[in-house]
DNA sequence: AGAAATTGGCTCAATATTGGTTCAGGGAGG
DNA sequence: CCTCCCTGAACCAATATTGAGCCAATTTCT
């Protein structure tokens, strides 16, 4: 049998790293409960967990312990806290690249039903007598293309943005642009998108959402 | 068994949380039953809270008792907490459309420092003896061509994919995708990337990143 | 209205946990 | 014999938990 040194060990705990065991809160065990629990001094562990901490797999804190990067608990909130600082500016460039791409799907995915949700959400838009109205209506159409994607994933980042755009920066900037112009705008936009998910044609469908959110981009931020 | 420590208990209370058990009023109960019930003093319980608080998943009252937040915070928690079940396929779909995109960014952003530090992360992932560490500085690879993106929000968004990758479902399916001729693969590809980034060729960039991807979903779901 | 109980907010000293460091010894292989 | 690495132990410094007490806001009971 090969003897066991501090390598070896570091090779095991990757392995143990890899089975997804301390994923929950993005802590390992006490150095001290790692040496006894793989039959090695602490010396040894230490020397161990210090490799991974080199390749950056794992960070230590005196008194703290030992845990992975970036996986833990902590850094899903963080990640959520710094998204709220997000400038409008560049969640409007992202969702230029996701919202035609969900259009797109939506037009070759959407049940009969759902694309009902989706005119029904435009209809009552175009009806609006106030803006708050128009906008829960407007952001409403938006959420029901998302809706039809058949994309979990995609589904929930557009949720995060519609939680970001209501906050702080956002509000005034919504306020600012709102007119009845602009709403007649939007609802024409909205019109050209839902067409096109009802030809069932991806390709248009995407393109008009591209048109109408470069019209909003232009209106948000005023170029 | 490792120490119980208070972030420890902040994840077994969001646990209990999303198991709806507090659901009815909203409110979870006092401080020192949960301390007892835990079995830990008051004052770690309080700090576990506290995660909760920051994240927003609940506020306190003096008097009253501690409240889940039904307003934004509570909704943003809910969007993370249904991200955690994203499919694979669908996140690959997202990917794919996201990543080009960072990759063209890059291309006309980065300073030559950041480009550099994408060429160290690929030299280092190519050099890597093990699969641990190929794994951590590929995808260090694609975080610090997000890193030069110039766009905050995917960043975040990116981070939000990375976390996610490093739990249950992908662990298995990573493991599983890996050999050694995959490895070779995944480091020319890469390398044809970084020449775009280089170049300063955006449209070659994103091309080359969509490539790249392909041939990761290829890999991991198995087509 | 007023008293009593409940509940979160806060502080403090004592104790425990945990990574960081050092050192003397032992065993395997050249 | 020498080198290398592990072992075992002790101690340090940073951080966390404990357990207790008191306060202030609120609710509930009288």
Redesign the pocket.
């Known amino acids: 049998m090969p003897?066991?040194?501090?390598?070896?060990?570091a090779t095991a705990l990757k392995k143990r790293i890899s089975s997804g065991e301390w994923i929950e809160n993005g802590r390992?065990?006490?150095?001290?409960?790692?040496?006894s629990e793989f039959?090695?001094?602490?010396?040894?562990?230490?020397?161990a967990?210090?490799f991974l901490?080199d390749e950056g797999t794992v960070v230590?804190?005196?008194?703290?312990?030992?845990f992975l990067t970036a996986t833990n608990p902590a850094s899903m909130a963080a990640v959520v806290g710094r998204m709220e600082g997000t400038s409008p500016a560049d969640m409007m460039e992202i969702r230029q690249l996701l919202e035609p791409a969900a259009a797109s799907f939506a037009a070759t995915n959407a049940s009969a039903m759902e694309l009902n949700a989706v005119r029904e959400a435009h209809r009552i838009a175009c009806e609006a007598q106030d803006m708050p109205t128009f906008e829960h209506w407007d952001a409403e159409f938006h959420h029901r293309i998302f809706a039809c994607s058949r994309n979990e994933f995609l589904k929930e980042i557009h949720n995060l943005m519609r939680i970001l755009r209501n906050q702080a920066p956002w509000f005034e900037m919504k306020k600012r642009s709102f007119s009845e112009e602009r709403r007649g705008i939007y609802c024409s936009e909205h019109q050209t998108v839902l067409d096109a998910l009802l030809r069932r044609d991806p390709e248009s469908a995407s393109q008009a959402m591209l048109a109408h959110l470069k019209t909003v981009e232009r209106n948000l931020l005023g170029r």
Chains 1, 2 share one sequence.
Do not use: C, Q, Y
Request: no cysteine; charged share 30%.
């Open positions: 003897k066991l040194v501090a390598s070896d060990i390992i065990p006490p150095e001290r409960d790692l040496a039959g090695v001094a602490r010396n040894t562990m230490r020397r967990v210090s901490e230590r804190h005196v008194g703290r312990g030992t």
